[in-house]
């Protein structure tokens, strides 16, 4: 009898647990940092680097499709891209914006999710530029700002990146 009784309480205590609701994300996505890392180029320069985010959106409109190009995502509109970055250079001991690094700051990744609306989380990575072509140095210390945009237009929140030293030639 006591094995029944213990089999019950084991059997019960399974349910509970088992049929525990999974907490949703909230719509307006969410990123931390995951890391950042140089590419080798062979060049004897850090010319790209590979930033790595984790997200959650809770209902999984994130990415873009390659046909995604009417407004509000077409190429003359901010929406274009949906992986934003803007780039601080270290100088006097402060990080100021490069509005020269513009030309290749912003990425456009694909669509993450198939099954909308539905809670999804992972990691994202995308390969940046990092040089800034300024030769009156031979290293440059560059932090990196970014955000994401899922396809009803949320922004989520910004993250920063740790200090970059970036080589020069």
């Given at each position: 009898?006591?094995?029944?009784?213990?089999?019950?309480?084991?059997?019960?205590?399974?349910?509970?647990?088992?049929?525990?609701?999974?907490?949703?994300?909230?719509?307006?996505?969410?990123?931390?940092?995951v890391s950042f890392s140089?590419?080798?180029?062979?060049?004897?320069?850090?010319?790209?680097?590979?930033?790595?985010?984790?997200?959650?959106?809770?209902?999984?409109?994130?990415?873009?499709?390659?046909?995604?190009?009417?407004?509000?995502?077409?190429?003359?509109?901010?929406?274009?891209?949906?992986?934003?970055?803007?780039?601080?250079?270290?100088?006097?001991?402060?990080?100021?914006?490069?509005?020269?690094?513009?030309?290749?700051?912003?990425?456009?990744?694909?669509?993450?999710?198939?099954?909308?609306?539905?809670?999804?989380?992972?990691?994202?990575?995308?390969?940046?530029?990092?040089?800034?072509?300024?030769?009156?140095?031979?290293?440059?210390?560059?932090?990196?700002?970014?955000?994401?945009?899922?396809?009803?237009?949320?922004?989520?929140?910004?993250?920063?990146?740790?200090e970059i030293v970036v080589?020069?030639?």
């Open positions: 009898m006591k094995k029944y009784i213990y089999f019950l309480f084991l059997c019960a205590i399974f349910l509970l647990f088992s049929c525990k609701k999974k907490e949703p994300f909230s719509e307006i996505p969410a990123i931390s940092f140089k590419i080798n180029d062979g060049s004897g320069s850090d010319n790209q680097g590979k930033l790595t985010i984790a997200f959650q959106d809770g209902d999984g409109d994130l990415g873009l499709d390659e046909g995604d190009i009417n407004p509000p995502f077409d190429t003359s509109s901010v929406y274009y891209y949906n992986f934003f970055v803007d780039y601080y250079k270290k100088q006097n001991g402060e990080f100021v914006l490069l509005s020269t690094m513009s030309d290749s700051r912003h990425a456009r990744f694909p669509r993450l999710s198939d099954d909308v609306p539905e809670s999804i989380e992972g990691e994202l990575s995308v390969t940046l530029y990092i040089n800034t072509y300024d030769f009156s140095t031979v290293y440059d210390t560059l932090k990196l700002e970014c955000f994401i945009v899922d396809r009803a237009l949320n922004h989520s929140n910004v993250i920063t990146t740790p080589k020069k030639r």
